[in-house]
């Protein structure tokens, strides 16, 4: 006997569907069903077995459902948890797999109610370059860390049924509060993107743009990976995390202001500690990485 | 008969010693003698045949050699051009490697002379993440970019010598004005360390830093890839390249400032239409690399 009898996963694409799989591959699930606003994901996910049934009326698929992922962008949300709550049985626990986490636990604050203990917010970290239930995988959460922010109201039962399944997946778990998730992913993630999109802008809108990008090469590359990212996704992750980003861009515009007053002033010492300092995180990060 | 009957190079690291490897492979050089600082670098570059002989004394190598290559530091330079300029031959040629060239003219001119048509500045873009003689490839400059910098002083004769030279190496030659190659490598390659230096020293400076590091993943990675640069020789070349520089970090200053303004403001189009002009023109310049 699994330990999920049946998982229900609205949005089949990447995340979605490579929960599906990881659950399925370890034989944690009797049952998958999905639904989305595309018919053609759906099918896809029907036939690459990311699911079991495409579900038609979340009223009839809620009320036995041991899980409930929400995989969509986060924008989708509010309007899924305002149609799924009524129908939720009592032992339901929903999860979810947004970005930020702020702005989703506010959402589903306004449509649980009092029923906010069966949602337990979450956010793996599994990015990858494509997208869709057909670059599902069951291994996509292998050794990658899924970050649970556990709500007061959580029971410790609720909390550790999302844990488990996200460990089936493989998953290494970690908890943070909701303001310390979206304050640090504003830091190593939405600055960061933030920063290689405005390098790029600034280049892209020059008359000379050409004689520019001709000469970019390998340390231009990897800096502005990112910046090939989604431009409507980045949009909203910047605006959910709006509050974290702008404090974030200060800090970084400050750091940007003692960069200039050193390297207008000619202060090599510095200039040299500022990136001895950096050189030495950025090689115990990758070190310890390993 | 080789093109080159005797090419002298100052610093056999990386740079020099795969310019003698190149020509080598080319059979395009009959002899290379190389110059450093180091006698284990000299020896290493002798056992692993990037060299024939080390030199010994400037005055005795010079007044025969076909071209000498200024591969150090461009700190060096300055020093290395006063002692060779009385042994030059009338026919011998001399190029260097740096990385900024505004500076090296300066230094070049001063140290030259009369004799400045006889310095054809260089830039070759192969940034490796090794360094030294033993990680010399005779391959290092195949397809990659070279960019000459001529000197109104400089004769047809002697530029085509040094575009000769990185030809029989593999690069593809390309020629800028000094200010023009030190403008664009500034907006592409300096600011860009710059920045990325600079988002990790902030996060590194934190009490709390473990906690930020911990959840860094695939997009910092990138981002701050070349934060692991050398804090000395990127001090050097950000000082060499100050104006340029400072110019390129107050158009991204500026452009921050919009990013801020757009964001506080929550105008989701703008930060929608920024991302998607960096999209568009980081997915082209990829392509066009391709």
């Known amino acids: 006997m699994a330990e999920f009898n049946k998982v229900v996963i609205f949005g089949v694409g990447l995340i979605g569907g490579s929960f599906a799989l990881g659950l399925r591959a370890a034989g944690a699930v009797e049952e998958v069903v999905g639904f989305g606003r595309s018919p053609k994901s759906l099918q896809q996910a029907l036939d690459l077995g990311v699911i079991d049934r495409a579900g038609i009326n979340p009223a009839h698929e809620l009320s036995d459902a041991d899980l409930v992922l929400l995989a969509t962008p986060v924008g989708q949300m509010p309007e899924i948890m305002a149609r799924i709550v009524p129908y939720l049985g009592p032992e339901t626990v929903v999860t979810d797999g947004g970005s930020t986490k702020g702005d989703v636990v506010a959402a589903a604050r306004a449509a649980f109610g009092e029923r906010i203990g069966q949602f337990v917010p979450a956010h793996p970290i599994a990015g990858a370059e494509n997208s869709g239930a057909a670059a599902a995988r069951a291994d996509l959460y292998r050794e990658r860390k899924v970050v649970l922010t556990p709500l007061p109201e959580n029971s410790v039962l609720n909390v550790a049924k999302v844990r488990s399944a996200w460990e089936w997946c493989g998953a290494q778990i970690y908890e943070l509060t909701p303001a310390e998730h979206d304050r640090v992913f504003a830091a190593v993630s ?32 990897d800096f502005t990976r990112i910046a090939a990212s989604h431009p ?57 990485k390993r």
């Open 190 to 221: 939405h600055l960061p993107h933030l920063l290689s999109f405005a390098l790029v802008h600034d280049l892209a809108v020059r008359e000379n743009k050409e004689l520019f990008f001709t000469f970019a090469a390998s340390g231009f590359r």
């Open 232 to 288: 409507e996704m980045w949009r909203d992750i910047c605006l959910a995390n709006k509050d974290a980003l702008l404090l974030e861009l200060d800090s970084y515009r400050a750091q940007l202001d003692e960069l200039h007053q050193a390297l207008a002033a000619g202060d090599g010492r510095r200039l040299e500690e500022i990136f001895d300092t950096a050189r030495t995180a950025r090689r115990d990060w990758a070190e310890g």
